[in-house]
């Protein structure tokens, strides 16, 4: 029986834990490097070119300096153009979207933050339950409530970790964007990354839910991490590989949540979009059940 009050209280006791734990610091260090070492791959082009514009500047009118940005901003936004074709081959609708609707820029950041998000959401989730479980800590938790409020809480309290970490990362970005590129409006570029926000922490939803199955499965938090990392990204590269020699193996990428990532990056009014979400909640309503099942019935 879910209990809302049980559930309050272990959520909470998990994020505080995720905190001040060995495991939550490393995920919190990691997202952040991570994050913003990717985002350096895209910004590091567009801090070279107004280097270059400000050394420009010394040597020419106010009406030169005009033209100048203008055509270091097309630059920037046609290589940016160029690489999400690349990276997401999107439909021509898509990539108008991404590039001409949205800050190019951001967008870029985003594509290779969903790239990294079942990565960092495994290494925010993977020891829901495993290192409990490896020491008999639970016995003490299972005479106070029931065995689904351990399952659900410690999984809210992680995604919500989850999603605090990925906050604090979108934050910095945000900020040093509306400061140092001028590409953009910076409020075109802040209500992106909001959206980009939300989508990425709708699409580490299933992840972190995979991680609440493998976790109460085994009694090992770091063979919980490995497995869950497996799980994330065997079935894409098989696909990946696969769809080399066979075009039609590419549509087994629908069996897991990163066959739908790109979805997610539709204009709100699309059906795809909240298709992405849909799928997306489905997933991890499905993993959420297994889970608790088999959390339900397993010895502990």
Same mark, same amino acid.
């Given at each position: 029986m879910l209990r809302k009050l049980h559930l309050s209280l272990i959520a909470r006791h998990s994020i505080r834990h995720g905190i001040r734990g060995g495991a939550g610091l $490393?995920?919190?260090? =990691?997202?952040? $490097?991570?994050?913003?070492g990717l985002s350096e791959c895209v910004l590091r082009p567009v801090e070279e070119a107004r280097q270059l514009d400000s050394r420009m500047f010394d040597h020419v009118d106010e009406g030169q300096k005009d033209m100048i940005r203008l055509q270091a901003k097309g630059a920037v936004i046609k290589a940016g153009r160029k690489a999400i074709d690349w990276a997401v081959d999107p439909s021509p609708d898509q990539l108008d979207y991404l590039t001409t609707d949205k800050p190019v820029? $951001?967008?870029?950041?985003l594509v290779l933050l969903l790239l990294v998000t079942p990565f960092l959401s495994c290494l925010a989730g993977f020891n829901q339950t495993a290192g409990d479980i490896s020491t008999k800590g639970?016995?003490?938790l299972l005479i106070r409530t029931e065995r689904p409020n351990i399952f659900f809480g410690r999984f809210i309290g992680t995604y919500f970790f989850s999603v605090a970490v990925y906050a604090l990362l979108f934050t910095v970005l =945000?900020?040093?964007c509306a400061l140092r590129v001028d590409v953009h409006p910076a409020g075109d570029m802040a209500l992106w990354f909001i959206q980009g926000f939300f989508r990425l922490a709708i699409f580490s939803? +299933?992840?972190?839910?995979?991680?609440?199955?493998v976790s109460c499965a085994i009694d090992s938090s770091f063979g919980a991490l490995v497995i869950s990392l497996l799980l994330a990204y065997i079935v894409p590269l098989l696909v990946t590989i696969g769809s080399a020699? =066979? +075009?039609?193996?590419?549509?087994?990428?629908?069996?897991? +949540?990163?066959?739908f990532k790109y979805w997610l990056f539709q204009p709100v009014a699309s059906a795809q979009l909240w298709g992405g979400i849909g799928a997306m909640c489905a997933? =991890?309503?499905g993993v959420l059940w297994l889970g608790n099942r088999y959390f339900s019935k397993r010895d502990l």
């Open positions: $490393v995920a919190l260090f =990691t997202t952040l $490097v991570l994050g913003l820029i $951001v967008s870029a950041i639970l016995r003490f =945000t900020l040093y939803l +299933p992840y972190i839910a995979l991680c609440a199955l020699a =066979t +075009p039609a193996i590419r549509y087994g990428q629908y069996l897991t +949540p990163w066959g997933f =991890t309503a």
